[in-house]
């Protein structure tokens, strides 16, 4: 059973669950600031349940990559739209700030 992790919160699906349902279903930060009342509910169209993804998943749909190809998501960046994937294994993710989730906050390291 593959685990999903997202701010130290570890979350239990199934292989092949939609990753926003997982998301919101455990109650994980899935959308930021205005976006949690306004989103295109999991059409892929909106953009705002972009996250960043270590672990398998699958393959970018067609209005995914679309979506992601406009500002303010840049797709070189490699975020993810939650609702077009589904789990394929063990995930961590990392959410970003920003209405659609597209700030990626530059490491000190
Ligand atoms: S919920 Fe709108 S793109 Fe995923």
Request: aromatic share 4%; glycine share 10%.
């Amino acid at each position: 059973m593959p685990t999903v992790t997202i701010d130290k919160q570890v979350i239990e699906c199934q292989k092949g669950d939609n990753l926003r349902n997982v998301l919101l279903d455990a109650g994980a930060p899935l959308y930021n600031g205005f976006a949690k009342q306004i989103h295109c509910r999991g059409l892929g169209t909106c953009g705002t349940c972009s996250i960043e993804i270590e672990g398998q998943v699958t393959p970018m749909t067609r209005v995914e990559k679309w979506r992601l190809s406009f500002p303010p998501h840049e797709i070189e960046l490699g975020l993810r739209l939650a609702c077009q994937c589904r789990v394929e294994g063990n995930l961590v993710l990392v959410k970003h700030s920003g209405m659609w989730g597209q700030r990626r906050e530059v490491s000190e390291s």
